[in-house]
């Protein structure tokens, strides 16, 4: 969780042409300075041989690992003790650097870059999954221990790794009954469908299953240990250097989708007056029945609801985040103008501090209503921008400046976050106008490489594809696998104005559309929906997502759904993903 006394130092980076230097000079050694060199370390070495040589023979030694180690040391210029791994005592030698102590260095030996050094009898965390699309509460040591004992009701089927079911067993002090499967990661996530539940080491788990509390502590997510000693399930394993696990790598991201400070929104937070504070005191809320017809259009149901408590607990998921981010959907003009009804947005910015009261640490403005003002909106929306604590990106009073993206640290790892719009071309920037960063290659493509290169992390934030359908244009999914190819880490987008399906390109996800966030449509169902992924991430990989369903009240507060309701939301994705995802 991140320590809020700490916050997060942002830093907006200036796209740079590839190949183009570095800024700054650098200064290169001359060729009198070299060849002066050259003669001082022929001469020293001249003398050191003649010493050597009257001196007479020395008797041999084995080298000696820990002294190896130690010059070794120089690869860390800043003189900071190496990390060892957790099975390495403080003062022994270690294994990933100077192979077994008990040996003799054989100086004609090289390690393989294709075969990471063995760690032996490392403690690594077994957590309980599921499929990705269940929901629903996590287990207790007794849930546990019933299901792998083949006594529980609750789940269908059982399936743990074959290399550690023995070890697992003895944890639990339990023997886990033959009813129970056996697998690699692979088979568990595989085998992961309606009703099971897989046991997985940490260092396996991906966005293809979903991790769920055991004794009510989780590794991922915002509400994650900080240590893995505080874990209920460890058993001792031999594993490969690359494949430990590292709580302290660990990184999350909440992605929200169009969010307005316009119509329902400012309605209920000034003219009702109930505050900025408003839209994110949301709590939980459950759908109690769906009737014809919501305002304005006509033969779409909406849903009846409660709310049953948890107030503030969507403030929490936006605040205890590493990183936060969302689309702003209007600008901020100084002749800004409430409007109760249509599709021109504009915001005072006064209100910004709906945002700044929940730290949300980034805000794109790569959408369709950014140009709604024209340029002088523009430029009064990134003048009051800058006053906040807030970054930004997406837009500019040029094409230059419009394709400036953003790089924030959050957690142990750097986010580079790159927005754009694909629709309604009128408002893309030009070189000699202003509007929002386009979704195209020629511009965005080379961004993306550069980013990758000075971010742990990339997010593509598009402002893309069809209004009030889940299913993408052919379009974006073309240019969502080549950003992905360009190195993206994942793509994440909204526009549809509802939930939209999932796709994994070369092993990354890519959102379509997340739907509203703060927004005020209210006539569907599906306009009321949204979700808020939760994403973990280590070491620059994705490795869970949370979805975080939730149902807007008011027309401007998000409450998380029940399981029930969820199940629906995640209905809505997980069909309209199908042939996207095989899982």
């Known amino acids: 969780m991140r320590d809020q006394n700490a916050p997060l130092r942002r830093q907006a980076v200036q796209r740079r042409e590839p190949g183009s230097s570095p800024p700054g000079p650098r200064r290169g050694i001359g060729a009198s300075q070299i060849l002066v060199t050259i003669l001082f370390i022929v001469f020293l070495v001249g003398t050191v041989g003649f010493i050597v040589a009257a001196l007479g023979p020395q008797p041999t030694r084995t080298p000696d690992p820990s002294a190896f180690i130690a010059a070794s040391g120089s690869a860390h210029p800043s003189g900071a003790p190496q ?54 509460a996590g287990l207790s040591r007794a849930e ?12 269908s089927s059982v399936i743990v790794p074959q290399e550690d079911r023995a070890a697992i ?42 991790a769920i509390p055991l004794e009510g502590k989780e590794l991922f997510g915002n509400d994650r240990l900080d240590s893995t000693l505080d874990w209920p399930l ?70 009846s609801f409660e709310k049953t408590g948890n107030a503030g607990i969507v403030r929490r998921l936006v605040e205890d985040a590493d990183l936060t981010m969302i689309n702003l959907e209007n600008p901020l003009p100084d002749n800004w103008v409430f409007h109760l009804h249509g599709t021109p947005f504009s915001g005072d910015p006064e209100l910004l501090d709906i945002f700044t009261r929940v730290n949300i640490d980034f805000m794109s403005l790569a959408n369709n209503h950014m140009y709604d003002y024209g340029t002088s909106g523009i430029a009064d929306t990134l003048r009051h921008l800058g006053r906040t604590d807030i970054e930004f990106a997406g837009a500019g009073m040029d094409l230059e400046e419009a394709r400036r993206y953003s790089v924030l640290d959050a957690g142990s790892s750097r986010v580079a976050i790159l927005p754009c719009v694909m629709i309604t071309p009128g408002v893309w920037a030009q070189e000699d106008r202003a509007g929002a960063m386009p979704c195209q290659d020629d ?34 999914r073309r240019r969502g696998a080549r950003w992905i190819a360009a190195g993206a880490d994942v793509v994440v987008g909204f526009g549809h104005h509802m939930v939209g399906s999932m796709e994994e390109s070369d092993g990354k ?56 309701g969820a199940r629906h939301v995640l209905g809505v994705i997980e069909r309209a993903s199908e042939g996207y995802l095989d899982y």
């Open 83 to 136: 990390t060892l791994p957790p099975s390495v005592p403080a003062g022994s030698t270690d294994p990933a650097t100077s192979g077994d102590p008990s040996t003799s260095i054989d100086p004609s030996a090289s390690p393989s870059p294709s075969a990471p050094p063995v760690v032996e009898d490392v403690l690594m965390p077994i957590v309980p999954v599921v499929g990705f699309w269940e929901s629903g």
């Open 144 to 155: 546990l221990t019933a299901a792998l004992e083949g006594s529980t009701d609750r789940f």
């Open 169 to 210: 067993g003895a944890a639990l002090g339990i023997d886990i009954a033959a009813s129970v499967s056996v697998g690699d990661a692979d088979a568990i996530a595989t085998a992961l469908g309606e009703g099971a539940l897989g046991l997985m080491r940490a260092a396996d788990v991906t966005p293809r299953v979903r």
């Open 234 to 303: 460890t058993v001792t394993v031999d594993e490969t250097a690359d494949r430990l696990w590292d709580q302290s790598a660990a990184v999350t991201v909440v992605v929200g989708g169009d969010s307005m400070m316009d119509r329902g929104i400012y309605e209920r937070v000034v003219n009702r007056g109930k505050g900025s504070d408003y839209p994110f005191d949301g709590g939980t809320a459950e759908i109690t029945g769906r009737y014809c017809c919501g305002p304005f259009v006509c033969c779409y149901e909406v849903p």
């Open 443 to 476: 511009q965005l493509v080379p961004n993306i490489q550069e980013a990758s290169t000075l971010a742990d992390i990339v997010i593509v934030f598009p402002s893309w594809g069809p209004e009030y359908t889940p299913d993408p244009y052919a379009s974006q």
């Open 509 to 564: 996800l890519i959102f379509y559309s997340v739907g509203n966030f703060i927004f005020d449509q209210n006539w569907a169902e599906f306009t009321m929906e949204g979700i808020l992924p939760e994403l973990t991430f280590a070491h620059g990989d994705l490795v869970q997502v949370e979805m975080n369903p939730f149902l807007t009240a008011d027309q401007a507060q998000p409450n998380l759904l029940d399981a029930e």
